[in-house]
């Protein structure tokens, strides 16, 4: 089977513009999660869907935001960037929804704020 | 909500040698402890998990450890190799919203 793939690699934006980042998981997989990765906070959960609802979101503001279509790929929108949200975003698929199933992760998006 | 710790943050070993890393974990509900590699410029890669029915877990040169009633678990590298250089992340899902809480992940280094 084919892994997750995540579109762009890399992302290169200005403070106060817009961005969205896609990801397609492992064919079968219908959660997709997002998460952050920083140098200073580590990995962090930013939220998960589940047939195209979101199951849960972790503590980001509202800036961020994502859904998920009936094909199970995901899209992940942050609206008026700032410098911190400079990053690596990683999607993970799994074959079901919830906390207790293996995650596989896609080789993430970098998204460079200046 | 879940708090994990990882300790060391960076491991050295000589090749051939064995490597442990340990987390520990706070929320009593978690039940799935997954162990992460991130090699430079990827994404994490699973490599082994345990559930809280289970002691341990092995998998070739990878085993793993769990300890409830401590709340701790570890993992460990035998006869390691320069490929096992990487970044480990421990991690648990514990209660609440979150889908696993991650450690802060050790960097280990294979010396040939």
């Known amino acids: 089977k084919a892994g997750v793939t995540q579109t762009p690699r890399y992302l290169i934006k200005t403070r106060g513009q817009q961005v969205t980042l896609s990801c397609s998981p492992i064919?079968?997989?219908?959660?997709v999660s997002w998460y952050q990765q920083t140098p200073g906070q580590g990995l962090q959960f930013l939220f998960e869907?589940?047939?195209?609802?979101?199951?849960n979101k972790g503590n980001f503001p509202g800036r961020f935001s994502g859904r998920q279509f009936s094909n199970s790929r995901s899209e992940m929108n942050v609206s008026t960037l700032e410098l911190g949200d400079s990053a690596l975003y990683l999607c993970?698929?799994?074959?079901?929804?919830?906390?207790?199933?293996?995650?596989?992760f896609g080789p993430g998006t970098r998204l460079t704020v200046t | 909500g879940e708090n994990v710790e990882q300790h060391p943050s960076t491991l050295s070993v000589q090749e051939g040698d064995s490597a442990v890393i340990k987390c520990t974990y706070s929320?009593?509900?978690?039940?799935?402890f997954p162990w992460y590699k991130q090699e430079l410029g990827k994404g994490p890669q699973l490599i082994i998990d345990?559930?809280?029915?289970?002691g341990e877990k092995k998998d070739q040169r990878i085993a793993v450890t769990l300890n409830k009633t401590a709340k701790h678990f570890s993992l460990h590298i035998t006869e390691t190799q320069p490929e096992d250089s990487a970044v480990y992340f421990c991690?648990?899902?514990?209660?609440?919203?979150?889908?696993?809480?991650f450690g802060t992940g050790t960097k280990l280094q294979v010396i040939p």
């Open positions: 345990i559930r809280s029915n289970v």
């Open positions: 991690a648990a899902n514990g209660g609440g919203y979150q889908k696993v809480t």
């Open positions: 869907y589940f047939s195209e609802t979101q199951r």
């Open positions: 929320d009593s509900a978690s039940n799935y």
């Open positions: 993970a698929s799994s074959p079901k929804a919830g906390n207790s199933y293996e995650q596989y």
């Open positions: 064919s079968g997989h219908r959660s």
